[in-house]
């Protein structure tokens, strides 16, 4: 009894050790240049329909999506399902034409709320300059159990993969997370949306 009592203390002391040393907040900005006008890259980001096609996240997290409100407003949700189970949901929060979409992660987990945005910086008529700008803070301890996890990591190769997706799905000849082209505006079946057929 007393040896697991002294593994228990131990194991709280590394946890408050490791949450000491760990970063509550985390923040950083991933880059990428399309080759598509602005107001196609901001209307491929601001519709979730769109997203839903070119983000990394349902394929690689074995996951299906569905959109609730009006699609490209501010308000919009992508919600994610797990075997079914509503999991979370993803949120337009704030846009600015041809310039800005701010989105918020809603989900299981520590108390948190991560926020991607996209900044679109025009590079000429048919070149985007595209800036995800990704900020997390966690409290402690889920801090440590984020950093020491290797979640930091894991989370930004998603968002660089993101960025590729989008490349892909906004320049001609318009492929999806697949590698299937889908054209524009897209058609066919989206495999990642949950209990419907998109148009």
């Not at 310039?99 to 989900?107: A, M």
């Not at 800036?131 to 997390?136: D, E, G, R, T």
Request: proline fraction near 7%.
């Amino acid at each position: 009894m007393e040896i697991a009592l002294y593994v228990l203390l131990g194991l709280a002391a590394l946890i408050a050790l490791l949450s000491a040393l760990a970063p509550i907040k985390v923040e950083y900005t991933e880059e990428i240049t399309v080759d598509a006008p602005v107001a196609d890259v901001y209307d491929d980001i601001r519709l979730q329909e769109h997203l839903m096609r070119w983000s990394a996240w349902p394929k690689e997290t074995k996951s299906t999506c569905t959109v609730e409100g009006t699609d490209g407003e501010t308000g919009a949700k992508t919600v994610f399902f797990t075997k079914g189970k509503r999991v979370g949901h993803q949120e337009v929060v704030r846009l600015k034409e041809n310039e800005e979409v701010v989105l918020t992660l809603v989900g299981p987990g520590p108390p948190h709320r991560p926020k991607l945005t996209f900044e679109l910086r025009a590079m000429g008529e048919g070149c985007t300059r595209v800036l995800a700008h990704f900020v997390n803070e966690l409290p402690r301890p889920f801090n440590a159990i984020w950093k020491f996890a290797g979640l930091t990591k894991w989370t930004r190769e998603m968002h660089r993969k993101d960025l590729a997706g989008l490349k892909a799905f906004s320049e001609p000849p318009h492929r999806d997370m697949n590698g299937d082209v889908v054209g524009r505006p897209p058609k066919g079946d989206n495999p990642y949306e949950h209990n419907k057929r998109a148009a």
